[in-house]
């Protein structure tokens, strides 16, 4: 399913968000729920996991997650605006301390003008919310599962820097 160095990630992530008493949540689109299974699959992990969404689809980034219409119709799915926004839209959802977020291209045709491999990695705390572009290469099921370990990184150093 995930990278090789997701478990033991994903315990890491478990272990600092439990010490230092934070609640994580997730907002997935291109891995479909991944990054909250790695999350789920750690013992303990109900002391801090508090829920994802799965949004694969428009209509779900934007009536659950908040997404705007607008910015989904001009810049489609796969984007870095969106990508935030779907990682605020899990915090508020799902009352968490930080989410991340995932939305991009696994393949195999290229979607929303957007090449194979583009991926969008979304975060969203106390301090402010952002997105990161990556460029994975693989076939489908290798570049989802490292949008999975990029997003579990970027939600390591959320917690680490609370």
Same mark, same amino acid.
């Given at each position: 399913m995930t990278g090789g160095g997701t478990p033991a990630l994903a315990a890491? $992530? $478990?272990?600092? #968000? /439990? @010490?230092?008493g934070i609640t994580v949540a997730t #907002?997935?689109?291109l891995t479909a729920g991944w990054i909250s299974a790695a999350l789920a699959d750690v013992p303990? &992990?109900?002391?801090?996991? +508090?829920?994802?969404?799965?949004?694969?689809h428009n209509q779900v980034k934007q009536e659950v997650l908040g997404v705007d219409a607008s910015l989904l119709e001009s810049r489609g799915s796969v984007d870095a605006e969106v990508a935030r926004r779907m990682a605020v839209g899990a915090r508020r959802i799902c /009352?968490?301390?930080? *989410?991340? *977020?995932?939305t991009?291209?696994?393949?195999?045709? *290229?979607?929303?003008?957007?090449?194979v491999g583009t991926v969008f990695?979304?975060?969203a705390g106390p301090h402010?919310?952002?997105a990161v572009e990556f460029r994975f290469t693989g076939g489908r099921?290798? $570049? +989802?599962?490292?949008?999975?370990? @990029? &997003?579990?990184?970027?939600?390591?150093?959320l917690i680490e820097a609370e």
């Open positions: 890491r $992530i $478990i272990s600092e #968000a /439990t @010490r230092r #907002a997935e689109s303990g &992990a109900s002391a801090v996991l +508090r829920g994802g969404v799965v949004s694969y /009352t968490s301390d930080v *989410a991340v *977020a995932s991009g291209v696994a393949g195999p045709d *290229a979607h929303d003008g957007k090449e990695i979304g975060h402010g919310s952002g099921q290798a $570049i +989802r599962a490292q949008a999975c370990e @990029r &997003a579990l990184e970027r939600l390591l150093e």
